[in-house]
């Protein structure tokens, strides 16, 4: 079976530009999580969706929004990007928004330059 | 605010020994706590879990063990093969106030070392 996927790998943009991430989960899986690792850190929660909704936000500025697709797919987008976007962008999906376990995707790697 | 710390930011263990990694915590609200591995250009692996009504887990070469008198938990990885190096990260969860488990809440790592 497929594990989680995303796209691109890697990405650069520059300052004031907007970039939109892509994640498909676990065939089976209903939940996606969003976090962002910087260097030298254990990742930070950015956003969990379950069903389509909304079911948690981390602490991050509103220039950071998602959705999730029919198909459970999700996409994050970040805009007005700034130097401390850069970062590895890790997507997770789990079965239910009350399932323990966590599995990640490879990431997208982000620089702002 | 580091609800989750990794006190060791790294570990060097001899092949065939046993290495601990350890992750203390201050929010009493977590509930359930993962294991994950994380190589270079890869994203983290799920290890292990325990939620907070047991004090031990095993799982193959694999135990975690939790004290939450003292709001710590420990992998103990035996025996340590050189494959096992990387990045170990620990993570919390809760569901406290009808929130969901969809957050993780991670410590900083510890990358291990294992030497043939």
């Known amino acids: 079976d497929a594990g989680v996927t995303q796209s691109p790998t890697h990405l650069i943009k520059t300052r004031g530009q907007q970039v939109t991430l892509r994640c498909s989960p676990i065939?089976?899986?209903?939940?996606v999580s969003w976090y962002q690792q910087v260097l030298g850190q254990g990742p930070q929660f950015i956003f969990q969706?379950?069903?389509?909704?909304?079911?948690g936000r981390g602490n991050f500025p509103d220039r950071f929004s998602a959705r999730q697709f029919p198909n459970y797919s999700s996409e994050l987008n970040v805009n007005a990007l700034l130097l401390g976007d850069s970062a590895l962008y890790l997507c997770?999906?789990?079965?239910?928004?009350?399932?323990?376990?966590?599995?990640f995707g490879p990431g997208t790697r982000l620089t702002v330059t | 605010d580091q609800q989750v710390k990794q006190n060791s930011p790294s570990l060097s263990v001899q092949e065939g020994r046993i290495s601990i990694l350890n992750c203390d915590y201050t929010?009493?609200?977590?509930?359930?706590f993962l294991w994950y591995k994380k190589y270079p250009a890869e994203g983290p692996t799920f290890l292990i879990s325990?939620?907070?009504?047991?004090d031990k887990n095993e799982d193959g070469r694999f135990t975690v063990f939790l004290n939450k008198s003292a709001k710590h938990l420990s992998l103990h990885i035996v025996p340590s093969q050189p494959g096992d190096s990387a990045v170990y990260f620990c993570?919390?969860?809760?569901?406290?106030?009808?929130?969901?488990?969809?957050?993780?809440?991670f410590g900083q790592g510890t990358i291990l070392t294992v030497h043939p």
């Open positions: 993570a919390a969860s809760s569901n406290a106030g009808g929130t969901s488990y969809g957050k993780l809440t």
């Open positions: 997770a999906s789990s079965l239910g928004t009350y399932t323990y376990e966590q599995y």
């Open positions: 929010n009493s609200m977590f509930d359930y």
């Open positions: 969706y379950y069903e389509k909704e909304e079911r």
């Open positions: 325990i939620s907070s009504i047991k």
């Open positions: 065939s089976g899986h209903k939940s």
